[in-house]
């Protein structure tokens, strides 16, 4: 399935939405971005991780979204053009679906900046059929998974602690009790 928009000038972009390591960490070439939100959904760390923030004896959490009807996820969209479509697709489907179990799906975008326009961003969501998936936990029992993980990129905390500064300095307005929740608890772990 081709995933492409036609803008006025004829040619192929598509926005992609992160709310995850992609707020910080893209590694693909883009060619602007925008903070923003898509309704709908709650970001929780219910998903398992055993390449990149944990193993296969110890799985790391990491992000995924829920449809929540009453909630909103902030994050990150990256338009991708040209020549960057296909190498950035391709990317991300190793990265997080072959490696992280997420699968595709297209949702509304709506940036922070007033007087745009929403636009179609495509989202990874990672859903409770996946092998590795965690599912829902306290923010203590998240947390001190958290604090034991490493994975090929790095300790499971790092995820969570560049998350949380993510939201503090894109989204200072925004309370997200799940993630902050579980920062406490995991700083309270290792200091």
């Not at 090929?152 to 905390?157: L, Q, R, V, W």
Request: negative net charge; proline residues 4%; glycine residues 8%.
């Amino acid at each position: 399935m081709k995933l492409l928009a036609i803008t006025t000038s004829e040619k192929p972009n598509l926005w992609i939405f992160g709310y995850g390591s992609l707020v910080w960490k893209p590694d693909f070439k883009y060619k602007r971005s925008k903070v923003g939100y898509i309704d709908g959904y709650s970001r929780r760390f219910w998903h398992g991780d055993n390449f990149h923030r944990g193993d296969k004896d110890v799985p790391g959490r990491v992000v995924t979204l829920v449809e929540d009807q009453d909630a909103c996820t902030w994050g990150v969209a990256y338009e991708v053009t040209d020549s960057q479509l296909e190498e950035s697709l391709q990317y991300l489907n190793v990265r997080e679906a072959v490696l992280g179990g997420y699968v595709t799906k297209m949702v509304e975008f709506i940036p922070r900046e007033k007087y745009q326009g929403s636009l179609l961003a495509l989202v990874y969501i990672a859903t409770s059929d996946n092998p590795i998936y965690l599912g829902p936990a306290t923010s203590t029992e998240i947390a001190a998974q958290i604090t034991i993980c490493r994975g090929n990129t790095g300790h499971n905390i790092e995820y969570l602690l560049r998350l949380a500064e993510f939201m503090r300095l894109y989204c200072p307005e925004v309370e997200d009790d799940h993630l902050f929740s579980i920062e406490a608890a995991a700083l309270a772990l290792v200091i």
